[in-house]
């Protein structure tokens, strides 16, 4: 079937390109999936008609470039390297190398060859998947290693092993690992409604959606009655919270041009800016220029937490937020790692004293060490007072707010002007995937999402978010997160009945931040077994050991001076038996540690060096 080059539709239009194409039965308008159909069977048909024909695992030989998916992600060559069984490297890079007799790649288009080594990527990926869980979760290798082999699987960290505990886990799904698949072979560029009617309006479709099921106010909304904002999806949350940084600035000088604010300060003049004892001219920076908005633009303080991902100073920096201009509100254990309302109040107070100009605050639902939740409503209230731009960064927690016993530690968001959040950490779509709403848009009948963000390119992100919604539902997505958070209350209850073991911060979600407790004074000695720095080496061992073995992969964080150790449970593929698993690793090493910590001390004990 030929279809026109250029879209007939029309702006308003469902994008029923897309669902036609996905064989999916459209409604209009399409209501929040609850325990959606399974879309998987028309994407595999979509993606490769003949996929269904294919007997699984056949051989697919004679075409160029086969022999490279095994040799290079794996190390071990294919017998299909060559017609005489040479497996060498040289034969793989003269392989890889072939020259085109038309002066293109070969088979760069061709369905035929597409659907052979389409097949066998697919089993590729259904066997990887299979057996991650025997790999060593932690890569192994050295910095330099891929100059010295061909080997690329050896070198990566499985994220998507159930073993996964570090950072925070970017998930997948068979729904969305086949969007990808197809988002690919699409190829569209949306930087415009008319550059992809389908990949703009579905992208306003699936982000009300979740504005639904988030139980975010209407003026997030793109479509409802007095929606005065909506949502687009960036990569991830560091482009959408510069993103908001950049429209709080426009919207602070504009603001401050309405009322005569923005003065020529002539050449060389002395901006104040701000320092931890105060301000004064002799703290102030000189600048060559005297454009009035660029001298206003170092009078804006931008406000975060000491817990607040480091994204948010980079977004400074890039905008052009002098560092003296940065407000680092500390934090403490007894308000659970939280930004306090005393504590924002007066650093604002403070510079306004000076003369500079309160512009953004970032809270955080779900900080990145210990998911700790700055509370919305009072901080917002304050915020808002001050004519500040509230962002809310909750890329990992947002989601699981589409939980109902969850969706309190959203409570003020109707005073915020922006929310991100990742998709691709807890809502089963592949990285990347940033959902960000906000309610100061300027909506035209057609949107331009080039116009949200930084890039102008933009890839048709949306329709794998939708294939995940329609795939699994809301109720299903619910059960895959209370599942994960089941399983970390296990864990910290283990945790607290383990007296070798402390807690470190509260749990809301799904990561549990502990560590081994520092040893008495009595056992200090040079094993790091607690002493002067409070338990710090004996904990970066007991971490090491830990994934070293292959078995489980954690990381660290600092919180109020100590090192902890987090447990994040969120990988697709966990469940009990892995936890379990883990618990006893940190178990067994612990004591491995503690046994060797011991008889350090006893070697070093003065009757041991009296009796030497």
């Known amino acids: 079937m030929t279809r026109p080059a250029t879209a007939a539709a029309q702006p308003g239009d469902l994008p029923l390109g897309v669902l036609d194409l996905l064989k ?49 992600l794996t190390g071990v060559p294919s017998s ?10 040289a034969t793989v890079a003269a392989e890889t190398a072939a020259p085109a007799s038309d002066g293109m790649a070969v088979g760069a288009l061709d369905a035929a060859e597409f659907r052979a080594q389409g097949h066998r990527m697919v089993e590729f990926i259904a066997q990887y998947l299979e057996t991650v869980e025997s790999m060593p979760v932690r890569s192994t290798v050295q910095p330099g290693y891929l100059h010295i082999s061909s080997a690329i699987l050896p070198g990566l960290t499985h994220w998507q092993s159930p073993s996964f505990f570090a950072f ?61 904002g909506g949502g687009v999806i960036h990569g991830t949350a560091s482009e959408a919270g510069l993103v908001a940084l950049l429209a709080a600035r426009r919207r602070a000088l504009d603001r401050l041009a ?71 509100l500390p934090t403490t254990a007894a308000s659970a790692h939280a930004i306090t309302p005393e504590v924002l109040l007066s650093a604002i107070q403070r510079d306004e004293a000076a003369g500079l100009i309160p512009f953004f605050l970032t809270l955080t639902v779900g900080t990145t060490s210990s998911t700790a939740i700055d509370p919305i409503a009072p901080l917002a209230a304050i915020a808002k007072a001050h004519g500040m731009w509230v962002h809310v960064d909750a890329a990992y927690a947002g989601m699981a707010c589409m939980c109902p016993e969850m969706r309190h530690h959203l409570e003020g968001v109707h005073l915020v002007d922006s929310l991100a959040s990742n ?11 940033t959902c960000l709403w906000t309610q100061a848009s300027e909506l035209q009948q057609v949107v331009d999402y080039k116009d949200w963000e930084i890039p102008i390119g933009r890839r048709f992100r949306s329709l794998k978010l939708w294939m995940v919604l329609r795939s699994y539902g809301a109720e299903g997505i619910r059960a895959y997160i209370r599942r994960h958070v089941a399983l970390a209350q296990w864990f910290e209850e283990a945790v607290r009945q383990d007296g070798k073991f402390e807690l470190m911060a ?29 338990g710090r080496e004996l904990n970066a061992a007991l971490l090491e050991a830990i994934n070293s073995s292959g078995k489980a992969y954690l990381t660290h964080t ?6 902890v150790l987090r447990m994040a449970i969120g990988a697709v593929k966990t469940e009990m038996r892995h936890v379990q698993a883990a618990w006893e690793l940190i178990q067994m090493e612990a004591s491995k540690l503690l046994q060797e910590v011991e008889s350090y001390s006893a070697r070093r004990s003065p009757l041991a060096l009296e009796g030497a």
């Open 423 to 433: 998709a691709h950490k807890w809502l089963l779509t592949s990285f990347d995937c």
């Open 558 to 563: 600092v919180l109020s001076g100590h090192y």
């Open 506 to 534: 509260p749990r809301p979600f799904a990561l549990v931040c502990f560590r081994l407790k520092p040893l008495s004074a009595g056992a200090r000695g040079g094993m790091g077994g607690g002493g002067e720095d409070g």
């Open 24 to 72: 999916v039965k459209a409604a209009a308008p399409s209501p929040v999936p609850r325990n959606g159909p399974t879309a998987q069977k028309g994407v595999a048909e979509a993606f490769c008609p003949a996929a269904p024909q294919m007997a699984a695992g056949a051989p697919v030989a004679g075409l160029p470039g086969l022999a490279v998916l095994d040799a290079a």
């Open 80 to 89: 299909a390297a060559g017609a005489g069984g040479d497996t060498t490297a």
């Open 258 to 328: 309405a009322q005569g604010g923005l003065v020529d300060a002539g050449p060389g003049a002395c901006v104040l800016g701000a320092t931890e004892g105060g301000s004064s001219a002799s703290n102030g920076i000189k600048f060559p220029w005297h454009n009035p908005e660029d001298v206003a633009r170092q009078r804006l303080v931008a406000y975060f937490s000491d817990q607040t991902h480091a994204c948010v100073e980079k977004a400074c920096r890039v905008a052009g937020i002098p560092e003296c201009n940065m407000r680092v």
């Open 168 to 228: 925070f886990s970017s998930t997948t799904s068979n729904a969305a690992i086949l969007a990808d698949a197809l988002i690919s072979a699409l190829n569209v560029v949306g930087f415009s409604w008319i550059a992809a009617p389908a990949a703009t309006e579905l992208e306003t479709l699936v982000l009300d959606w979740l504005a639904d099921l988030l139980g975010l106010p209407d003026g997030f909304h793109s479509t409802k009655s007095g929606g005065v």
